[in-house]
């Protein structure tokens, strides 16, 4: 699938998949859609769900979300991992009016105009929000319907010889399929060509676009094969390591480097703690999560 589908896509012109974001974001809500419609509704009026009816016989009272710290910061940097649109976020800030530069892009050495601060939180709220909405309703839709049996992936939890559970593990497999070669691939690219050619350099063409993009996939082909597959602890480490930098170190440092004299203490405070808080996630979730893999190695 990867050298038959992600790879020809990876290599189209990055304007001819500047709609994958839209696509993936439509299969995501068709996706919690499947999973509120297959809740087991009860057919009297009002709707209501018969919480825990298709979980096992010995999961069917209510389980906390998490059962200790340890477990609790581990789920931490998954959340985070959810919520981080940093990604998916840089080629739409590339196609939003520019109105001129910015202070931040003006200190890394940046002059093209910026689009307006305004309009960039705007954006950022409205998606964070829609898809903090999205995640509530689907996972709540799957704790009432298996409780203590809810699979990591709820749609396991569905038959699959039924349409419209085929058809969301379809739209589950073509969203990530976007995602990997319209977002990661293209950004995972561009950043590793700016760091060889410099931020003035423009985006590898030809042979160099070919053989980067075959690079980076191949790559990730031989990690998954050595992983066997497994997503755990790779995703988990992701998280805690790379979104808590992206999520909570860089803007801190991003804050710190923009205060000024006027700047008043309790933002330099702030600032600071704020820094501290990613800090202090990042390290014990990961510590946490290979202690817990080294634990289930042995």
């Not at 990997?180 to 350099?201: C, E």
Request: with cysteine; net charge positive.
């Amino acid at each position: 699938a990867t050298c038959v589908v992600v790879l020809p896509l990876a290599l189209l012109p990055d304007s001819r998949l500047q709609h994958a974001g839209a696509l993936g974001t439509l299969c995501m809500a068709f996706i919690t859609c499947v999973v509120v419609i297959m809740c087991p509704w009860r057919s009297a009026w009002p709707p209501s769900v018969q919480v825990c009816a298709d979980a096992g016989v010995r999961n069917k009272a209510p389980v906390s979300w998490v059962a200790s710290p340890a477990a609790f910061m581990d789920a931490v940097p998954i959340y985070a991992f959810c919520m981080n649109a940093a990604t998916a976020f840089v080629s739409i800030r590339t196609r939003m009016t520019p109105i001129g530069p910015s202070t931040l892009a003006s200190l890394c050495g940046s002059v093209r105009p910026q689009p307006s601060h305004r309009n960039v939180d705007k954006i950022i709220w409205t998606a964070q929000l829609v898809a903090l909405l999205d995640y509530g309703v689907a996972g709540a839709a799957g704790y009432m319907t298996f409780c203590g049996d809810v699979p990591e992936n709820v749609l396991d939890g569905f038959p699959t010889d039924h349409t419209l559970t085929l058809a969301a593990r379809m739209a589950v497999a073509f969203q990530l399929t976007l995602a990997a070669a319209g977002i990661y691939l293209p950004l995972a690219r561009a950043a590793l060509w700016h760091l060889v050619k410099g931020l003035a350099a423009g985006p590898p063409e030809g042979v160099q676009r070919v053989c980067s993009t075959f690079g980076l996939l191949t790559g990730m082909v031989i990690v998954a094969y050595v992983l066997d597959g497994a997503l755990e602890l790779p995703l988990g480490l992701t998280s805690a390591i790379c979104t808590t930098a992206m999520m909570f170190l860089f803007p801190a440092l991003c804050a710190i480097r923009l205060e000024s004299p006027e700047t008043p203490l309790g933002g330099r405070i702030l600032h600071r703690a704020f820094f501290a808080v990613g800090l202090a996630i990042g390290l014990t979730s990961t510590v946490s999560l290979l202690a817990n893999a080294s634990k289930g190695s042995s």
